[in-house]
């Protein structure tokens, strides 16, 4: 079992173009209330009080004036065409974690109390956490021709958030092991056949991704309830 008292470190991966947004600039920097989404983000996790260190990954471009919007200990690197391309980036930097949180910047609004809940739950002993809620849709899976293929039962299914916690070492072999691209941390785990658990996650760690949730996002800080 890993240390239980050893460092966590947190990436963010703020590398991507987030088009679906459109607001003309990557996703991470676009504006709420004031505070860019990625500073939004950061903050969530230092407050947490969790956290013993964060690195922050975005464009090569952006590497330097990123520098300059966050506290001086936090670590900007540059990221990968991928995703995965840029959790790798911030593992190299992170070599002393004994515990990895993988956090997307575009989960803003994200409770400090709720990254707390995923370390806890990291120091009790599980090597793998990540925070759900139930989905109020029901889901289908269809084919590329739209046709549909599938109705998986509702009550199963769980949409997944951030941030997910990980020892360290066991993402460092999920990645090392990846083949093929993920769209989320735990799924390479999962890969390995390694057991993950599930916590209750919070509404207000939705993924900032179109333009209505960016309204929701900003009628959220507006309110002064996020
Ligand atoms: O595209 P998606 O919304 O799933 O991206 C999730 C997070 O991963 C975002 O915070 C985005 O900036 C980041 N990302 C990245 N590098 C990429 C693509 C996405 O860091 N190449």
Redesign the pocket.
Known sequence: MAEPSGPVIAL???????VRLGEGV???FVDLGGTAMLVRAVDGLLQSGAVDRVVV??PEDLVESTRTLLPVEVTVVA?????T???RAGLAVADDAQYVLVH???RALTPPSLIARVVAELRSGRTAVIPVLPVTDTIKTVDVLGAVTGTPQRSELRAVQTPQGFAAELLRRAYAEADGLA?DDAGLVERLGEPVRSIVGEPTAF?I?TPLDLSLARALVEEGTS
């Not at 963010?12 to 987030?18: E, L």
């Not at 990221?79 to 995703?83: C, I, K, V």
């Open positions: 963010v991966p703020a590398a991507g173009q987030g990557p996703k991470a990954i975005v990221g990968g065409s991928e995703r391309d840029s959790v997307d910047a575009a769209t993924k991704t």
